[in-house]
């Protein structure tokens, strides 16, 4: 494994993602178009609801307006992310396979591929989370900002496996749609999860432990190092079993 040809699968697959300006703007118009809807669309009636990944029992008085911006933050960082992964993998499958025949290692690649990755989330938690700041001042920012980050990884790496496992691309894409609608899309809304039966199953999704900690880290002084710590576990357990495929997947005769 050598740094240059990491070094170059990185300078191509950016140059890949500049060429695609629709892609770009799309990147900033979608965050933009959501907080938008939310400053018009919410009200300012004031919602008690309790922070469950807190050890103890803690309950915030906050107006929907406001919990309505995180949670769209989360949600479409999530959204982004996911399917840019998708993307990542499926669009360069052809591309990875002649690569590796020329003398790469699937390591090589996957590592290339990771790294754009990280920091298109980092691009977008920042974009994302200074947007946010703009609609409503958040004290704790870059902790805010850290949490988007966190629901990057951990959509991010959902979106490799997709795209590691599944060759189809609108069969990836209706697997991305199922599992972030349902999960980061609806169910960790707070607004729908305080009221909830069986919150148990909300708490086993992937954006649970994010978006806990977003709300967490914008909204009060309390630590979310433990829900970081498992939403972390989350994103590389899917990290590891995309791998583990993208390896397999990559093996030449």
């Not at 170059?8 to 950016?14: A, D, Q």
């Not at 396979?97 to 754009?116: A, D, M, N, T």
């Not at 994103?235 to 093996?251: A, C, E, N, V, Y």
Request: charged letters at 10%; glycine letters at 6%.
């Amino acid at each position: 494994m050598t740094s240059i040809k990491i070094l170059t699968g990185l300078s191509m697959i950016l140059k890949m993602l500049v060429r695609q300006k629709i892609v770009l703007i799309l990147l900033m118009i979608i965050p933009a178009f959501f907080l938008t809807i939310v400053a018009f669309t919410t009200s300012d009636r004031i919602l008690p609801f309790q922070l469950s990944s807190l050890d103890e029992e803690v309950f915030i008085n906050i107006s929907e307006k406001v919990i309505s911006f995180i949670f769209f933050s989360v949600a479409s960082s999530g959204f982004l992310v996911s399917f840019l992964a998708l993307n990542l993998i499926q669009k360069n499958n052809a591309v990875n396979k002649r690569l590796i025949v020329c003398g790469y290692h699937p390591i090589e690649i996957i590592i290339s591929i990771l790294l754009v990755l990280f920091l298109t989330i980092v691009f977008i938690a920042v974009y994302v989370g200074l947007l946010t700041n703009s609609f409503y001042s958040i004290a704790n920012l870059g902790r805010f900002i850290t949490s988007l980050i966190l629901i990057g990884f951990v959509y991010g790496s959902y979106g490799f496996l997709i795209g590691s496992f599944i060759k189809g691309e609108l069969e990836g894409i209706l697997m991305i749609v199922l599992l972030v609608n349902i999960d980061v899309g609806w169910l960790q809304n707070p607004l729908f999860y305080a009221e909830a039966q069986n919150q148990i199953i909300i708490k086993f999704l992937p954006a649970y432990f994010p978006s806990q900690t977003a709300i967490i880290t914008a909204l009060t002084d309390y630590s979310a190092i433990n829900a970081m710590g498992n939403g972390i576990l989350y994103g590389l357990f899917f990290l590891i079993l995309s791998m583990i495929i993208f390896s397999f997947k990559m093996r030449t005769r």
